[in-house]
C-alpha cells in the first residue's frame, strides 16, 4: 500500500471515529441524551443532508450524472434485492417473525449514506460523491423505509391482537403501501435530490453566491449527524452477541464484496465499481436503532451492529478503499 493511498483512508476514515467518540463522550459526560440527539438528527434529515446534496449534485457535471445507470443498478441491486432475499431467508427457513425480519433485512442492506456517506465519498470523490448518496439515500426512502413500516406495523398489531384474542386480516393494501410512499416522497431527502437530478440534467447550475449560502449549513451535516450517532449509541446498552457479529458480517464484508465480485464480472468501470462498493461498505444507519426503540423489536441487537459496525469500518472500509484503489 503507497503512502499517498494510506493517508487517504486515513483521512477518510478517522474522522468518522473521532466525531463519534466526541459525541460517545458527550453523552457520558450528560452534556447531551438521546432526545437531543433526535433533535440533531432531525435537523441533518430535514435540512442538512438534502442542501448538501443539491449542492453537490449541481455541482457535479452533467455527464456523470446521466452516465450513472451502471452505479444505480448495482446500488439497487444491493439494497433492494439484498433486502428482499434476506427478509424471505429470514422469514422461511430461519423463521423469525415478520417485524424482525424486516428490521434485520433493513439493518444489513441500508448504509448509513446520510451520516458516514458525507464524509468518506465525500473525501474520496468529492461533489461526485452525492450521486451514490442520493441513489443510496432513495433507495432507502422510497423502498426500504416505507417496507419496513408497513411489516413492522402489521406485526405489532398482530402481536395486540393475538393478546387480545381478536380475529383480525394481515395483508398489505394498495392504500397503506401507497400513503408510506406518498409521505416518504414529502421528505426533503427525497424530494431534494430528484430535483437537483432534473435541474442537472437540463444542465442548469448554481450562482456562486447560491451555492456558497446552500453550503454553510450543508457542510454540518457529517458532523452532526456522527456526533448524534455517538450520543445514541451510548444511550443503547450494546453487547457482542453470534447474531450481531453475523449481521456486521454481511453489512460490512459480505454484501460490498459481493458486488465487488458482480462489478469485476461485468467489466464496469474502477471509478463505478469503487463509488458502489464504498457506498455499500459504509456501516448500519441509525435509523434502524429508531425504529427497532419504537416497535420494541430487537432493540440491544440492533444498536450494537451499529456500534459495533462503525468501530469495524475502521478495518472493513479501509481494506475495500485499498481494493478498489485504481
Known amino acids: 500500500m503507497s503512502s499517498s493511498l494510506f493517508l487517504t483512508i486515513l483521512?477518510?476514515?478517522?474522522?468518522?471515529?473521532?466525531?463519534?467518540?466526541?459525541?460517545?463522550v458527550a453523552a457520558w459526560r450528560r452534556d447531551f441524551d438521546g432526545n437531543q440527539a433526535s433533535v440533531l438528527i432531525r435537523l441533518v434529515m430535514l435540512y442538512a443532508l438534502p442542501l448538501a446534496l443539491f449542492v453537490s449534485i449541481l455541482s457535479t457535471p452533467r455527464t456523470q450524472v446521466l452516465s450513472a445507470g451502471p452505479l444505480t443498478f448495482l446500488i439497487l441491486l444491493a439494497m433492494v434485492g439484498g433486502y428482499l432475499l434476506l427478509f424471505g431467508v429470514l422469514r422461511g427457513p430461519l423463521g423469525r417473525s415478520q417485524g424482525e425480519a424486516a428490521l434485520m433485512a433493513m439493518t444489513m442492506t441500508g448504509p448509513s449514506?446520510?451520516?458516514?456517506?458525507?464524509?468518506?465519498?465525500?473525501?474520496l470523490f468529492?461533489?461526485?460523491?452525492?450521486?451514490?448518496?442520493s441513489i443510496a439515500s432513495l433507495a432507502m426512502?422510497?423502498?426500504?423505509?416505507?417496507?419496513?413500516?408497513?411489516l413492522l406495523s402489521h406485526d405489532q398489531q398482530r402481536r395486540v391482537a393475538q393478546h387480545s384474542l381478536k380475529p383480525r386480516t394481515w395483508h398489505v393494501t394498495m392504500h397503506e403501501l401507497s400513503s408510506h410512499l406518498l409521505h416518504s416522497c414529502r421528505e426533503p431527502v427525497v424530494w431534494v435530490p430528484l430535483l437537483a437530478l432534473g435541474l442537472v440534467s437540463f444542465g442548469i447550475t448554481l450562482p456562486p453566491f447560491l451555492k456558497n449560502s446552500l453550503t454553510l449549513l450543508g457542510h454540518a451535516t457529517g458532523g452532526t449527524a456522527l456526533f448524534a450517532s455517538g450520543v445514541v449509541l451510548f444511550a443503547r446498552q450494546v453487547r457482542f452477541s453470534p447474531l450481531v457479529g453475523g449481521m456486521v458480517t454481511i453489512r460490512n464484508i459480505l454484501?460490498?464484496?459481493g458486488?465487488?465480485?458482480l462489478a469485476r464480472l461485468l467489466h464496469y468501470n474502477p471509478v463505478t465499481l469503487q463509488e458502489s462498493v464504498l457506498t455499500m461498505a459504509i456501516p448500519s444507519a441509525s435509523i434502524n436503532v429508531i425504529l427497532a426503540m419504537r416497535y420494541h423489536i430487537l432493540e440491544r441487537e440492533v444498536a450494537s451492529v451499529l456500534f459495533f459496525g462503525t468501530l469495524s469500518a475502521l478495518f472493513t472500509m479501509a481494506s475495500f478503499i485499498w481494493l478498489t484503489h485504481p
Open 11 to 24: 483521512q477518510a476514515i478517522i474522522p468518522i471515529l473521532v466525531t463519534l467518540g466526541l459525541g460517545y
Open 141 to 150: 426512502n422510497l423502498f426500504q423505509v416505507p417496507l419496513t413500516l408497513i
Open 113 to 123: 449514506v446520510p451520516f458516514i456517506g458525507i464524509p468518506v465519498l465525500g473525501q
Open 255 to 257: 454484501i460490498p464484496l
Open 259 to 261: 458486488l465487488y465480485g
Open 126 to 133: 468529492g461533489p461526485a460523491s452525492a450521486v451514490p448518496i
